[in-house]
């Protein structure tokens, strides 16, 4: 268990829909990053939080939004969904705002649209 | 450019064998270089990584060699074991190391 928490683990949904994944970093870890890994693909990154800030921006979609909230679990909102969204969608975290060291990845939201 | 490049992107090999897997990345600023594991279906963990101020690192039956002239850095794992199939990225931080850039992946198999 790394102690990142994502739910749900698994979501289908239709195209066009809208669907929040929730990610909860490791106790006393302040930065939060989203990875999206499709079908036997690299990990992909989208934007990374720190201590409620956006610090960092990937190739993330424009119908793609995400925040931290003050607690610092973070959600990543998708819109308009399409078949192609269908994923795996991984956050990581971190105790500083800098990936140079261990990330601790959660077990992932396994996103399907149909 | 933003890519970490990474051979091969299948290995398969005979139980006890050893297997190499090579990345190339661009950023010289870079000093920090993990390699993640992932099993099918599961998040990738962290089984090593390496800091630009040292050419080598071992862990067991793993290792990192690092050549950072030329930008290459390669993991190394002996006496391969069943349980080692997955696939394997290795990163490299970019943007002032707000973000990790993974390879594509490589997927070892090893056969019993």
């Known amino acids: 268990d790394s102690g990142v928490t994502q739910t749900p683990k698994h979501l289908i949904t239709a195209t066009g829909q809208r669907v929040t994944l929730r990610c909860s970093p490791r106790?006393?870890?302040?930065?939060v990053y989203w990875y999206q890994q499709s079908l036997d693909q690299g990990l992909q990154f989208l934007i990374q939080?720190?201590?409620?800030?956006?610090?960092a921006k990937g190739n993330i979609l424009e119908r793609f939004s995400a925040q931290q909230f003050p607690d610092l679990h973070s959600e990543l909102n998708l819109s308009s969904l399409e078949l192609g969204d269908s994923a795996l969608y991984f956050c990581?975290?971190?105790?500083?705002?800098?990936?140079?060291?261990?990330?601790?990845f959660g077990q992932g939201t396994r996103l399907t649209v149909v | 450019g933003e890519n970490v490049e990474q051979h091969p992107s299948t290995l398969s090999v005979q139980e006890g064998d050893s297997a190499v897997i090579k990345c190339t990345y661009s950023?010289?600023?870079?000093?920090?270089f993990p390699w993640y594991k992932q099993e099918l279906g599961k998040r990738p963990q962290l089984i090593i990584d390496?800091?630009?101020?040292?050419g080598e690192k071992k862990d067991q039956r793993i290792a990192v060699t690092l050549n950072k002239t030329a930008k290459h850095f390669s993991l190394h794992i002996t006496e391969t074991q069943p349980e080692d199939s997955a696939v394997y990225f290795c990163?490299?931080?970019?943007?002032?190391?707000?973000?990790?850039?993974f390879g594509t992946g490589t997927r070892l198999l090893v056969s019993p």
């Open positions: 990581a975290s971190t105790q500083t705002g800098e990936m140079n060291t261990e990330a601790f």
């Open positions: 106790s006393g870890d302040l930065s």
């Open positions: 939080y720190y201590n409620g800030e956006e610090r």
């Open positions: 950023d010289s600023a870079s000093n920090y």
């Open positions: 390496i800091r630009s101020n040292v």
């Open positions: 990163a490299a931080p970019r943007g002032g190391f707000q973000k990790l850039v």
